[in-house]
């Protein structure tokens, strides 16, 4: 953790016994690891921050190129453009797509319209989509659970739009209508709960007894690990805060998460500006997370908010290690090597 000068960890308390005597008995904050940035978010945020180098500013950016406005404003200040659809992108320029993935039909609108792509998509979506192409190709019927609306949803969808239906929640099981009840798959958005996917799978599987489950987890590692992480936090926890913007589908699911694993109260706040101090009320240990397109800045605020106002005793709960990295994307290493090598030719 990144502690704040007023703060110590559960480690610097253990050195000496002046430091914790200070504090109002009892209060702590429960700080989870892994939070924040999960290796698809780091690599599309660098990926911008590249181009911007590489090629200079403006780059056109399709989306938030990740769900978190503190991002998207920092780099929209270093001359990143923000558009809805390729289409705004003037012919010639270079537009990124972000890391929840787009449909071929927006490969093919930027084609048309003479647009240099960087792809910054998460390679695990970009799993998934595959895994929708492979059994579309062999005729399944594809349940997609998932939020309707998000956009990982819309682009995944596009990949086979005829064969793949929305399942957004266990209540929407009883909506779905397939061709074969023999030949269904399920796959799924890569932000969601661990555990009210499982319970949509089981009432699928009530339906469709022969379902077929995909090779691989869609539910990405970081999804999983963050949410492993918060339930532990939660259990001892009478408050739990969350750093996350309300358009992340992953900040959202760490909210309910913290709630179903027993904490009293939870919040997402997208900065500590937005947490009230009512919530604070009988408190005494606060439970700290973020989710995957929140950067560490935003929760070193939020520590400190609270270090000021008594909870300046931190400990680390981490029931999980986290190394995943993943390469630019390919366009850009193209270029980068293009560019090291004259360099060298010089
Ligand atoms: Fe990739 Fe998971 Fe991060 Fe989404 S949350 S960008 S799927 S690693």
């Given at each position: 953790m990144t502690a704040t000068p007023s703060q110590h960890t559960d480690a610097e308390a253990a050195t000496g016994p002046d430091a914790s005597s200070s504090r109002p008995t009892g209060r702590r904050v429960l700080l989870a690891a892994p939070r924040g940035y999960c290796a698809g978010v780091d690599r599309a945020v660098i990926a911008v921050e590249q181009a911007l180098e590489q090629y200079g500013a403006p780059v056109y950016v399709r989306h938030e190129i990740v769900h978190n406005k503190y991002v998207v404003q920092t780099l929209e200040k270093k001359g990143a453009i923000f558009v809805e659809e390729t289409s705004e992108v003037p012919e010639g320029e270079i537009v990124i797509f972000s890391a929840h993935g787009v449909a071929p039909a927006v490969h093919q609108e930027a084609e048309r319209g003479r647009l240099a792509t960087i792809d910054a998509t998460c390679p695990l979506v970009t799993k998934v989509h595959k895994e929708a192409v492979r059994y579309a190709r062999e005729d399944y019927d594809i349940l997609l659970i998932g939020h309707e609306g998000h956009e990982e949803v819309i682009g995944t969808s596009g990949e086979a739009p005829e064969h793949i239906t929305l399942v957004d929640g266990p209540d929407d099981v009883k909506n779905v209508e397939v061709?074969?009840?023999?030949r269904v798959v399920w796959l799924s958005q890569t932000t969601l709960s661990v555990d009210e996917t499982m319970e949509t799978v089981d009432a699928l599987k009530g339906r469709y007894p022969n379902l077929l489950s995909p090779p691989s987890d869609d539910i990405c590692y970081a999804t999983q690990n963050r949410q492993t992480a918060i339930k532990k936090v939660a259990a001892d926890a009478d408050l739990v805060l969350v750093v996350g913007s309300r358009n992340s589908s992953n900040s959202v699911r760490l909210v309910e998460t913290a709630l179903g694993a027993g904490a009293r109260d939870g919040h997402l706040v997208d900065n500590a500006g937005e947490i009230d101090e009512s919530w604070l009320d009988g408190v005494e240990t606060v439970g700290v997370s973020s989710g995957a397109s929140v950067p560490e800045v935003l929760v070193d605020e939020v520590l400190e908010w609270l270090a000021q106002r008594g909870w300046d005793h931190v400990e680390l709960v981490q029931p999980v290690e986290e190394h995943m990295r993943f390469s630019l994307p390919k366009e850009l290493r193209r270029d980068l090597r293009a560019e090291a090598a004259a360099k060298l030719t010089r």
């Open positions: 061709k074969d009840p023999d």
